[in-house]
Nanobody
Framework: VQLVESGGGLVQAGGSLRLSCAASGSIFSRNAMGWYRQAPGKQRELIASITSGASPNYADSVKGRFTISRDNAKNTVYLQMNSLKPEDTAVYYC???????WGQGTQVTVSS
């Protein structure tokens, strides 16, 4: 399985972005997926996850602003990010949770 993220970029505070993580391989629909982020000088942190049955969980820092979803027919997991803040600036990674497979990351920069 390989994971490829897309959708990052530069956005002003209060704006929105949608990240996508496309997976190759047939195991995608059976496994939980996570979105993580790593800001400069900080540890990588889990911000959202979704089970194979599409039940989401969120870190307190993004709850109410970010939405994780998946489309098993497209082998893709999404992260809709609204009301972005400068502190959301980070490299965002998706991860397949069973086999611990990471994507390459996509940069999100939020300007004030």
């Amino acid at each position: 399985v390989q994971l490829v993220e897309s959708g990052g970029g530069l956005v002003q505070a209060g704006g929105s972005l949608r990240l996508s993580c496309a997976a190759s391989g047939s195991i995608f629909s059976r496994n939980a997926m996570g979105w993580y982020r790593q800001a400069p000088g900080k540890q990588r942190e889990l911000i959202a996850s979704i089970t194979s049955g599409a039940s989401p969980n969120y870190a307190d820092s993004v709850k109410g602003r970010f939405t994780i979803s998946r489309d098993n027919a497209k082998n893709t997991v999404y992260l809709q990010m609204n009301s972005l803040k400068p502190e959301d600036t980070a490299v965002y990674y998706c991860k397949e949770e069973w086999y611990n497979i990471w994507g390459q990351g996509t940069q999100v920069t939020v300007s004030s």
